[in-house]
């Protein structure tokens, strides 16, 4: 079987085919996405729009972060001027800078959920809509910039 594209990136990055055979994984030191980090202007914005969209409260706090467990997944938001020091020496990009990923949420009625979410008066970005790859989406953007997407 000829890897992908993406699967020739990471052989090429780790040195091996992580696949056996079959297509099945390989167990590697990268086996799951404990905490992605997300660089904030105004940390006290977004802990605010966290508690309210999504319900949540900070596993973690100190005075450049705060940590939410989605369960599954830790977002950390970190301030940009904490942010400098820990990528350095690559730059932190501003807010306008463009976005470069989304995340995703599946839920059971992206409408419903739209409705909820200009309750608490989130702006959607767009949607909700359907797509062509045969799912219905809508997306909004959190006070750092980053584009969350809702799904099913």
Known sequence: MRPCKADEAAIALLGHDRRTTKGDEVNTWAKKVDCVTLFVEDLEDAKN???????????????N??????DN??????????AAELISPAAVATRDSGSRFQFTIAVDDVDAVCGELAELGVTLLNGPMDRPWGIRTASFVDPGGHVWEIAH
């Not at 729009?49 to 005075?63: H, I, K, Q």
């Not at 997944?73 to 904490?82: D, G, K, P, Q």
């Open 73 to 82: 997944l830790m977002i950390n938001l970190l301030t940009t001027s904490a």
């Open 65 to 70: 972060s705060a940590v939410y467990n989605f």
């Open 49 to 63: 729009f966290y508690a309210r969209v999504f319900g949540l409260t900070s596993v973690y706090e100190d005075e």
